[in-house]
T-cell receptor, first 115, second 116 residues
């Protein structure tokens, strides 16, 4: 497809379970970003990838969160031992490069609900 | 300090009228970009317009224009001839060259409602 895709679109899980969220960026985009959108916190940066490397993981809220990217394409965000405060919409974006003037194109998001 | 401030939580406009959504920013980085995104109730983030810190002219994209006042650190979005489909949340965001990965920093958003 032409745009960024994310799966699943919705995920309901029980507290303490692990979840994996997937992002397929636009083909040829070297930069990939994960953001989280929640009612109390607005839109917050989690992590970005330049190719397969994640130079900055400072936005990850705890060590329960991890992410990887393979083949310079698909990325997976994993949340272990989910907590209720993890409930949010997780947005993935890709950009041609990390330079400032390249816009970031967003996927439709994954809505995570932790019961 | 907030890097991006959107002071209007909600705005109302009549169909076919113009509306200005305010955005001020804070950065000491000389090289940065300002973006506006639209988020309808469906949740997707749609890129609208971009303004670079070194751009001499205000950006325009169709009915969208960006009123860039660098000295005041403001980057207001102007939507001309509003349409019902413009009803959505609008986010102002900034990318700074000096920030790792040039991540986007977002404002709190403005909920725009276009009335018929």
């Amino acid at each position: 497809g032409a745009g960024v895709s994310q799966s699943p679109s919705n995920k309901v899980t029980e507290k303490g379970k692990d979840v994996e969220l997937r992002c397929d960026p636009i083909s040829g985009h070297t930069a990939l970003y994960w953001y989280r959108q929640s009612l109390g916190q607005g839109l917050e940066f989690l992590i970005y990838f330049q190719g397969n490397s994640a130079p900055d993981k400072s936005g990850l809220p705890s060590d329960r969160f991890s992410a990887e990217r393979t083949g310079g394409s698909v990325s997976t965000l994993t949340i272990q031992r989910t907590q209720q405060e993890d409930s949010a919409v997780y947005l993935c974006a890709s950009s041609l490069t990390v330079v400032t003037y390249n816009e970031q194109f967003f996927g439709p998001g994954t809505r995570l609900t932790v019961l | 300090a907030q890097k991006i401030t959107q002071t209007q939580p909600g705005m109302f406009v009549q169909e076919k009228e113009a509306v200005t959504l305010d955005c001020t920013y804070d950065t000491s980085d000389p090289s940065y970009g300002l973006f506006w995104y639209k988020q309808p109730s469906s949740g997707e983030m749609i890129f609208l317009i971009y303004q670079g810190s070194y751009d001499q002219q205000n950006a325009t994209e169709g009915r969208y224009s960006l009123n860039f006042q660098k000295a005041r650190k403001s980057a207001n979005l102007v939507i001309s001839a509003s349409q019902l489909g413009d009803s959505a949340m609008y986010f102002c965001a900034m990318r700074e060259d000096g920030t790792s990965g040039s991540r986007l920093t977002f404002g709190e958003g403005t909920q725009l409602t276009v009335n018929p």
